[in-house]
């Protein structure tokens, strides 16, 4: 079985407004316990009064995480985000846990960065 990671985003809150956004699936291009890097087809408002939430799942784990955007830049006909992650240790496991495992089952998967431990998701 092949694990995919599947990323979605939802707004979480509005100022002090607590609102349970619909989840958008977005497209991963870098995991990492503390970073996130996707593609999105529309723009995500980035304002600090906006508190988004992330959704990461690989068939076999799935967690919920807030975060915010740290950078934004148009990219071909999407929009490409980085985003900051704030997980707990559990969390930060988990998601290191997804990662050797779409590593391992896929046995063909890219290569950690040199000296990092950061991992191109396909």
């Known amino acids: 079985m092949s694990h995919l990671i599947r990323v979605g985003v939802r707004i ?8 349970q ?3 958008h699936a977005v497209t991963p291009l870098e995991l990492h316990p503390e970073r996130l ?4 087809r529309w723009p995500i408002p980035i304002t600090p009064n906006v508190k988004l ?8 784990d799935q967690i919920s995480v807030a975060g915010r955007i740290v950078t934004e830049e148009p990219f071909m006909s999407s929009y490409l985000y980085h985003a900051e992650i704030y997980a707990d240790q559990d969390q930060k496991s988990r998601i290191t ?6 590593i ?4 063909q998967g890219r290569l950690p960065y040199p000296h990092s431990n950061k991992y191109i998701i396909q």
């Not at 979480?12 to 609102?19: A, F, Q, R, T, V």
């Not at 939430?53 to 076999?60: A, L, P, R």
């Not at 391992?104 to 046995?107: A, E, H, I, L, S």
């Open 21 to 23: 956004g619909e989840l």
């Open 37 to 40: 890097v996707f593609l999105c």
């Open 97 to 102: 846990g997804m990662l050797n495992r779409m």
């Open 53 to 60: 939430g992330y959704e990461i799942n690989d068939g076999t």
């Open 104 to 107: 391992t089952d896929c046995g």
């Open 12 to 19: 979480l809150k509005i100022g002090s407004l607590n609102i």
